[in-house]
């Protein structure tokens, strides 16, 4: 019989993403992305992305039973533009058509992903609470370039916050993801987000 990791293991590192964009201070994250992986299983998404023909990553994938590291928080994925450089991304066994109900009865998985979250909230000094689209839009800050040429990035007045893929694409257009759907419990979430920081 299968058994459940606990929240607090460490992920596997059996798959590394094919595609990244470098590597990144952990400082500059400011954001949790969340996503769905339009599959059923956390490895059998981890796998995908080692493959030349993905085309994207994520930083972890996480299931009812476990969470696969495909990529460390100082490396930048391919996952959610612009946000990827600033965000700290989550892929959740799952798709984007489920009902709030489906989701719930996945609820480990959310759970593991909130863990994760919150973990990150707490290192990198993220505030927990769920942006809108106008908020990220206004939040999202800028990067500018320095007199030596090194760049740096300007948090906006919220300081960052999570999001999902559908709030990244609907606030900048650079991708038409729905993920993890209007229907994914991002109350529920926040909820165990808030329980783990306490």
Same mark, same amino acid.
């Given at each position: 019989m299968f058994r459940f990791d606990p929240l607090t293991r460490d992920c596997r590192s059996d798959f590394p993403a094919y595609h990244h964009q470098g590597e990144r201070l952990l400082s500059s994250i400011r954001y949790i992305v969340l996503h769905s992986t339009e599959g059923q299983t956390a490895q059998s998404a981890a796998s995908r *992305?080692? /493959?030349?023909?993905?085309?994207?990553?994520?930083n972890l994938v996480v299931d009812a039973f476990a969470c696969y590291r495909c990529l460390g928080d100082n490396v930048i994925p391919q996952a959610a533009a612009p946000l990827n450089v600033h965000g700290f991304h989550i892929e959740q066994a799952g798709y984007a058509s489920w009902s709030r109900s489906r989701w719930l009865a996945n609820g480990r998985t959310v759970k593991r992903a909130a863990y994760k979250?919150?973990?990150?909230?707490?290192?990198?000094?993220?505030?927990a609470r769920v942006l809108t689209v106008e908020q990220l839009?206004?939040? *999202?800050? /800028?990067?500018?370039?320095?007199?030596?040429?090194?760049?740096?990035?300007q948090a906006g007045p919220l300081n960052g916050g999570i999001v999902t893929h559908a709030t990244v694409s609907e606030a900048f257009g650079q991708?038409?993801?729905?993920?993890?759907?209007?229907?994914?419990?991002v109350d529920v979430f926040l909820g165990y987000v808030e329980g783990f920081l306490k």
């Open positions: *992305f080692m /493959q030349p023909g993905s085309g994207g990553s994520t979250a919150a973990l990150r909230c707490r290192w990198y000094h993220i505030p839009v206004k939040d *999202f800050g /800028q990067t500018f370039t320095d007199a030596a040429g090194v760049d740096h990035f991708s038409d993801h729905t993920d993890p759907g209007d229907s994914y419990p």
